[in-house]
Nanobody, 127 residues
Framework: QVQLVESGGALVQAGVSLRLSCAAS????????MGWFRQAPGKEREFVAA????????YYVDSVKGRFTISRDKTKNTLYLQMDSLKPEDTAVYYC????????????????????WGQGTQVTVSS
């Protein structure tokens, strides 16, 4: 098992950058593919980005391509989401998640692929 704790959420203005972190404990996070999801009020949870177990493959939802970057530091057992050029529509609770399985080079993007979830961190972008 792995426990996940997100941090870094904040209230910011449109156009600025923010970096979210997800600290993993328990079984090493390098055993999992990792992902970020978000959920805005009244909407379903949405896939944002994923990174393979190896760290060599990443995948993004179209709406954040070119603005967000997912990365992982295996030495720190931490997952990151660098968010640049933030927009009001990025406002949501952001969750990190871990996917067990043979995702060495692939990047799962369905919530059902992920077995472990953090509690979420709020990102609010004002216009």
């Amino acid at each position: 098992q792995v426990q996940l704790v997100e941090s870094g959420g904040a209230l910011v203005q449109a156009g600025v950058s923010l970096r979210l972190s997800c600290a993993a404990s328990g079984r090493t996070s390098s055993s999992y593919a990792m992902g970020w999801f978000r959920q805005a009020p009244g909407k379903e949870r949405e896939f944002v980005a994923a990174i393979s177990r190896s760290g060599g493959s990443t995948y993004y939802v179209d709406s954040v391509k070119g603005r967000f970057t997912i990365s992982r530091d295996k030495t720190k057992n931490t997952l990151y989401l660098q968010m640049d050029s933030l927009k009001p529509e990025d406002t949501a609770v952001y969750y990190c998640a871990a996917a067990p399985g043979t995702y060495y080079s692939s990047t799962p993007y369905l919530p059902a692929d992920y077995a472990y979830w953090g509690q979420g961190t709020q990102v609010t972008v004002s216009s």
